[in-house]
């Protein structure tokens, strides 16, 4: 049975010129792809009036509330003691946010407490996505 949970949390952008605009944002967790954690932002936070998601690793999550992680076009680390900052690269420039650690470690308790780490089906996560990929071929 596919369990999903959504959490609300705010986000604080950081502009070029350091200063910090509030942003919106819904963490989204499934254990139909236990391996994965959605950020969700509203269109109003987007800069084409889109909802945006960013899908990647909650391990990249777990790793990076500790100390800086990621590679690519997520990376997440601590800063300070209070929050964790998340950078998003995409073609379109990249994107500096600020999040509550206290949230973000939230959020990743009930995803383990939803799907332990080490008990995720691969084997099911891996199948969905051949099969996306090759069409059901």
Same mark, same amino acid.
């Given at each position: 049975?596919?369990?999903? !949970?959504e959490? %609300?949390a $705010?986000?604080?952008?950081v502009?070029?010129?350091?200063?910090e605009? %509030?942003?919106?944002?819904?963490?989204? #967790?499934?254990?139909?792809? %236990?391996? +994965? =954690? !959605? !950020?969700?932002?509203?269109?109003e936070?987007?800069?084409d009036? +889109? *909802?945006?998601?960013?899908?990647?690793?909650?391990s990249? /999550?777990?790793?990076?509330?500790?100390? %800086? +992680?990621?590679?690519?076009? =997520?990376?997440?680390w601590? *800063?300070?003691?209070?929050?964790?900052?998340?950078?998003?690269?995409? &073609? #379109? @420039?990249?994107?500096?946010?600020? !999040?509550d650690?206290? +949230?973000?470690?939230?959020f990743?308790? $009930?995803?383990y407490? /939803?799907? &332990?780490a @080490?008990?995720e089906?691969?084997?099911? =996560?891996v199948?969905?996505?051949?099969?996306?990929?090759?069409?059901?071929?």
């Open positions: 049975m596919d369990t999903t !949970f959490q %609300p $705010r986000a604080r952008l502009t070029p010129e350091d200063r605009v %509030p942003v919106p944002a819904l963490l989204r #967790y499934t254990s139909e792809d %236990p391996l +994965a =954690v !959605f !950020f969700d932002f509203p269109p936070s987007t800069l009036g +889109a *909802c945006v998601t960013w899908t990647f690793a909650r990249l /999550l777990d790793e990076g509330l500790n100390a %800086p +992680a990621g590679h690519g076009d =997520v990376h997440v601590p *800063c300070g003691r209070t929050r964790t900052v998340l950078e998003f690269h995409s &073609p #379109y @420039g990249i994107a500096l946010l600020q !999040f650690t206290s +949230a973000l470690r939230r990743l308790l $009930r995803t407490a /939803l799907v &332990p @080490g008990q089906d691969v084997g099911a =996560v199948e969905r996505g051949l099969s996306a990929l090759f069409g059901g071929v």
